[in-house]
């Protein structure tokens, strides 16, 4: 645990020590809050149910960014060969420079709950919706980010890791594409729940399910894992 | 008890090995210049010293207890600096310092001690709250320094740790380590043959994944006294070799084979003090042609790194042959 909690405040520290994070989270809110007075001025809706869906697109494009250094930046520095030998279990340094990341992701969607005050102030929005928004939103900020730490991991080139980040989520955003044929029933179904574009749908409205939500752990339960795996291979390699 | 203990350990990475067998053991208080040329397999020995990578086959023990099954445990018998002092430039001194205490299972007063005491040992104080990122090559050696004996270490890993420095700064770091190498069993890396000999007690070289020599530098020179190699053309070297062991004063003769190419033999004779019989000896045989030349042994690491490269290069052509 003290381990575990020196990676999260060391991990914490270089993120606000590099001019990446801190950009990263300021085109984030700038182009929220753009696209969210936009809609308010222009298309006079007050909802939140299309910032959620810009939150996600936006944060499918600005993750890669944040997550291409968490371990390729480590690789390519050295500095892995010294956390791999420090006593210490590989799922603490995962786990540790996750959780950093999770309180990025929470900073980032913190920012935009700014938005929801002139709703307050002018309106009666319904808040339950709102909280189911920013729990579905969060899901996909921490599945992007796990995906993005495992790519790390195997990476020592932070732009290679980027794009490799960003092909697996515009894959997984796509992947229901081939169930429209429906060419097998059982896969087209398979598919259109791993499919983020489908998951989407519901959760930035609000509606929270069992199977997303379990979707969403199990792929970030998943990537964590390989990102430890992908710790190991490197002693046996 | 051994503070390291090498026993037949292998290392392959794929189908190619690294390691052969390697045995050896280091005792507490020791300090040992890991050598050999580049691809010997140094780095990857200190590796599997720190926990970096696991051995294949054999068994390595920190302190009595084996590498397998207790990883976390023997991490914190180690302290490692690996090559390039790999640092993180955003943070300070001591919040990096705070980092690997941390990690090395150190809290509160312990952590604070055991980091007050790394500033004052590497001279860091001046530098405490700089950003790593703006110090010179000398500081960031003497940070990762600093980190390795955090936790106070039975064993102290160094891989290349004066390389880079400038002449001050290579003995400032030298008289640094050999501060903190009290009582600890320390392995230090080195291509630098001059800090090898300054640093280390003892020289280990490797060649091929192989060790090819365990040498002590301290005492060799006092326990073996004069070392002497005749090259010998004469016959019946056996008698030679009894007549020479025989004299008093000799502690060793040897006798290296011939080859086809030159058939005379190199003989190595160890005295304290030349005995007159042998000054006689040698000049008698110079004059009848049986010893073609006598020099005293060169016992620089450098000597000794050749001689053993050498050798071992050509034991591995006769064996090929």
New interface residues.
Partial sequence: M??L???F??EL??YF??PIALAVVAVFWALCGYLFSFHLFFVSTAQMVTSFHNMIILMLLVMPLLTMRIFAEENK???M?????????DYATVLGKYLAGLFIVCLMLGGTATAVVPLVFYGEPDLGPIWGGYVGTFAFGAMFLAIGLAVSCACTNQVVAALITWGILVMLWFIDYPAAFDFIPGLSAALLHMSLSSQHVDLIRGVLSGSALIYFASVVVFSLFVAVRLLRLR??? | MAAIVFDGVCKS?GSRRVLHHLSFRVEPGEIVGLLGPNGSGKTTTL?LI?????PDAGRLTIQGVAREGS???L??Y?G?L???A??????TVT?YL???G????L?GGELKASVEASIAAFELASVAKT?IARLSKGFRQRVGLG?AILGDPAVLLLDEATNGLDPMQIIEARDMIRQVAKGRAVIFSSHLMQEVEALCTRAIILRHGHLITDVSLDADANEQGTVILLRWKGESLPTLLATLNAMPGVSQATAEGSTASDPSHVIRVCYREAPASLNSMLEHAMAQGQVLSVEQEDRSVEAILVDAVRRSDRLAAEETA
Avoid: W
């Fill in positions: 003290n381990a909690l020196a990676i405040v060391k520290r270089e020590a590099t520095s050295g500095t060969e010294l956390l791999l030998t420090l006593p210490m279990s002693r046996t390699r | 990475f590796r720190s926990g970096y990578y696991q990883r976390g445990q991490k914190r180690v490692y690996p090559e390039r790999p640092l993180y430039d955003s943070l919040q705070h980092f690997v941390r990690c090395k299972g809290r950003a980190q």
